[in-house]
């Protein structure tokens, strides 16, 4: 699928969003260089390229540099310099911190954002991007030509600040490895959840709540090695009075996540979806406290806050329905197919 | 006799046109304050004797009696305070270190009273607790490590031991000997009505309360009183007292006229000997020997309770609790400066330590620094007075806190701070069993039960404002915090923004 779809898709949604961030994820949109790490990184200004780019060649070998393509339209202004490489991390470099090298990509993402001055890295994982901008996301979809990428998953967002300003790096998805965010609500766990990660090496420094679920994510699957389903119950967890009818191992089980990860537990409404490689998971929170809906034609799957985003480019989408809070919705591409 | 130079703190305030002579005041008083005057048929009133805790007022059945501040005054100045010119006066008298009881009185800063609390407006719909489920369960303990599977992919679900709570609040350390039987019963009996837990404190546990074990916390101090193996086991947590936040750095005396009957024999010691916690334990003068005294507590009971170590909050209370995380420690209990207690010399409880807001924070990110705050819960205790600072201290990072002067509020006491005479006319903190009967345990029980309920109430409607409906997304999150009236120092320690921020 070309970008062009979803772009469609989110112009119903035009008043959900009020300009001040729009944004993009597409999975499988590098199969030349699917091998290699794609960092897309926001620059307020050449020295904070040149630190950054510094950085990035001491612990990675950088294949391809440039500037992301876009579209000059007036919707979008203020435009910072928007880069990209395409890099492998160096083998001497991993053997001597010991890393794997998802770890040091980490790192590497946590540095960049929370050390350099007017650099963050927004987009860090492999086959995969996030195009993000102030902006409707309609605008952002053409600035950024995603009509010319292709993809088997692709995620949107357009974004109504409340708590935090609008800039840049505050759109959606928020992106860290293959995982990816968008949500829709307001996360009243967030500074439990934000202390919490922290202690992992994780840095919150984009100013606005639905970073921290992108690093619960990366925390959750590949660092303590949970499965989606697992992760749901973790953070969209059952209340103790559905947790005690379950049946008595599925009763353990859950309880056990929530007692090992109490922090995770994100409150306050939020319909999300999480892509990653090879799918994605939508969940909403254990009350539905933000609307959801999913829809299926042919082999596609589609999920978004209300069904007009749907109906505009699959006017004919079968098995539509709203899922239960805390209910994850995993989708998988099918074996091979991407 | 010398004159005496103080003068007597209180008035007592007899209506005469109200006054029916029932005598009802001068039996309820253990102190000794009214007597009845034969001759000229009237009730007199020693007001030296005086402490206003207010039993004979709530008695008088016709409303005759007020107890009021005296308004006497010594030529006082800024410097030198009419309290202070007593307390020269009696240590002048007495050749005596001053004694007190229940928390620091002075007009230090209390950041609870500083401190806001957040509601959502909105863009984020608050909850409402009559109509939504609003989660107050915790449990204590250390967490997982990391996750484990079996041959089949299942998850291993095997933790270390967890305490089950209701609500995040606890009865803290209170022994059986500091106060009475009944007040002992009251609270066990709510603690497991309310599905919380009390604490023993260093009295041993009377056998007549071992059923609550469930709901018990048995305390485990320096003077190693009532501690045998079948006391060990029978709570459902252990709790290494090395400090109390009314008197750090020093030990406890109960003395040998509360040593009584049920009290020595739950102490295991001999009646009228005076029960004599010595400040340091004396197996532990560092941290390797603290960690010993853990395992030694955990082996002793096969390593299924957790072990609390209860610490007062003094200076470097971060690098302490670090040290404690580190020590095998299950659950780490901070007790702030404004502590109650039994008795202490009246200079510890008024200048040593620290404030548990500051502590709280201090430790709580220390912990979150070190990457070991899930080794730990952390409960937060002197001086918690309602729901409101409950909310508070979850929020800026405690698992749980602990109480003690509210729950004997609950109970009747009127904050006289006379513990230590023996002689409370609440029937609490006394041995004499005449007072003792007068705290039907019945009625503690449900007073405590109805306070706590209330609070679970509060709790769960300030969480719904909030937008949250779990506790544990409450703790340790900050930004539902705002501060007045403070310094930038004190907002960063708190780890909190200033209102309008």
Partial sequence: ?338 | MAISYIFPEFEVVRNFDRCITCRVCERQCSNGVHSYDEDGKVMLADESKCVDCQRCVALCPTRALKIVKNDCTFREDANWSGATIKEIYKQAESGGVLLSSMGNPQPLPVYWDRILINASQVTNPSIDPLREPMETKVFLGKKADDIRRGPDGELICDLPPQLELSMPVMFSAMSFGSISYNAHESLARAATELGILYNTGEGGLHEDFYRFGKNTIVQVASGRFGVHEAYLNAGAAIEIKMGQGAKPGIGGHLPGKKIVGEVSRTRMIPEGTDAISPAPHHDIYSIEDLRQLVYSLKEATQHKKPVIVKVAAVHNIAAIASGIARSGADIIAIDGFRGGTGAAPTRIRDNVGIPIELALAAVDQRLRDEGIRNNVSLVAGGSIRSASDVVKAVALGADTCYIGTAALMALGCHLCRSCHTGKCNWGIATQRLELVRRLNPDIGTRRLVNLLTAWKHEIAEMMGGMGINSIEALRGNRLMLRGVNMTEKELEILGISHAGE
């Avoid at chain 1, 469609?8 to 590098?30: K, T």
């Avoid at chain 1, 998953?153 to 992106?175: C, M």
């Avoid at chain 1, 995982?179 to 829709?184: A, K």
């Avoid at chain 1, 699957?221 to 009075?241: D, K, M, N, Q």
């Fill in chain 1, 1 to 338: 699928m070309t970008g062009e779809k979803i772009i469609e898709s989110m112009l119903p949604m035009h008043d959900r969003s009020n300009g001040l961030g729009g944004g993009f994820a597409g999975y499988g949109i590098y199969p030349e260089y699917k091998d290699f790490y794609a960092f897309h990184v926001f620059y307020n200004d050449n020295s904070a390229r040149a630190e950054c780019e510094k950085l990035l060649g001491e612990s990675f070998e950088i294949v391809k540099a440039e500037n992301i393509p876009t579209r000059k339209i007036p919707e979008i202004t203020d435009i910072p310099l928007i880069w990209r490489y395409f890099a492998a991390p160096r083998d001497s470099v991993l053997s001597r911190l010991q890393l794997d090298e998802k770890e040091l990509v980490v790192r590497f993402v946590m540095h960049v954002n929370s050390k350099i001055d007017g650099a963050y890295v927004f987009s860090s994982g492999k086959n995969m991007g996030t195009f993000k901008a102030v902006g409707f996301p309609e605008d952002v979809g053409r600035f950024y030509r995603l009509d010319e990428y292709e993809a088997y998953l692709w995620t949107a967002h357009g974004r109504y600040p409340t708590n935090t300003p609008g800039w840049w790096g505050g759109a959606h998805p928020f992106s860290l490895l293959d995982f990816s965010v968008v949500h829709n609500g307001e996360i009243s766990s967030y500074d439990a959840n934000r202390r919490h990660i922290e202690m992992f090496g994780y840095k919150c420094t984009l100013r606005t709540d639905t970073e921290v679920i992108a690093y619960i994510a990366d925390y959750l699957l590949r660092r303590c090695g949970l499965t989606l389903e697992e992760v749901a119950s973790v953070i969209a967890a059952p209340f103790w009075s559905t947790i005690e009818k379950k049946e008595p191992k599925e009763a353990e089980r859950l309880s056990y996540l929530r007692k090992v990860f109490p922090s995770l537990l994100v409150t306050g409404p939020f319909s999300i979806v999480l892509g990653f490689d090879g799918g994605m998971m939508a969940l909403n929170d254990r009350l539905k406290l933000r609307p959801m809906v999913v829809a299926e034609a042919g082999d596609r799957v589609y999920v978004a806050s209300e069904e007009a985003a749907i109906r505009a480019v699959e006017p004919d989408a079968e098995n539509v329905y709203a899922p239960m809070g805390g209910e994850p919705v995993i989708v998988r591409v099918k074996e091979g197919a991407y």
